[in-house]
């Protein structure tokens, strides 16, 4: 007995089990977990942000339009109006070469606006056109939609009519035959060359 130092007799019959330890493994997972909601919950918040701001620019660039259509609607009613007259005039046989253009150039000088759009695309100045016709479109997205994006458009279209035969006659408005993106350097830009013709 002396080799048993509990003084149990029969050390056989009763072992002692060893202390409650608590569970220390759940312990070490929750530093993970913690970051992992965290993680989650920051993905979740850049998510709604970015959401938001893109949100955010595509109602500016609405407004943006919004504000380009009721300029270009106020510009374009004013040159409605003085076609409207003649066309009237025309049609009551009211208006003849002379008349049309004592009318027309009153109308030029009354607007010098246009008088220096005529005079720019007259003299094939095509700086100064684009100077003058793209001076509202400052904004690079709004001249990216009303400008150079459909300008791109039109010279895909042009590129493919001209692997067909035959002659094909295309107008577009002044604006988008001058300056930077033009429809000439569209087409520049896929290796045709574009000259004006007098």
């Known amino acids: 007995m002396a080799g048993n130092p509990d003084g149990a007799k029969n050390p056989g019959m009763f072992v002692r089990p060893p202390p409650y330890q608590p569970q220390q493994a ?3 997972l929750a530093p993970y977990v913690a970051i992992g909601v965290f993680a989650l919950a920051m993905l979740i918040v850049t998510a ?5 701001e893109q949100d955010t620019a595509l109602s500016a660039l609405e407004g943006d339009m919004h504000w380009a259509e009721r300029a270009i609607e106020a510009r374009l009613r004013m040159h409605q109006e003085f076609l409207a007259e003649l066309g009237r005039d025309q049609e009551f046989r009211q208006l003849n070469y002379e008349s049309f253009q ?3 150039g009153r109308y030029v000088r009354d607007n010098p606006e246009l008088g220096a759009m005529i005079a720019a ?4 100045d095509a700086a100064r056109l684009a100077r003058l016709m793209n001076a509202d479109e400052s904004d690079p997205r709004l001249a990216e939609v009303l400008l150079i994006g459909r300008n791109r458009n039109w ?3 042009i590129s493919k009519r001209l692997e067909t035969p035959g002659t094909v006659f295309v107008a577009v408005g002044a604006g988008h035959l001058a300056g930077k993106g033009s ?6 830009k896929m290796g045709i060359t574009a000259s004006r013709v007098q």
């Open 26 to 28: 759940g312990i070490w």
């Open 48 to 52: 709604v942000l970015q959401w938001r």
């Open 102 to 104: 004592v009318r027309a």
């Open 121 to 124: 695309w007259k003299a094939g």
């Open 155 to 157: 010279a895909q279209w």
């Open 183 to 188: 429809v000439q350097d569209q087409l520049k």
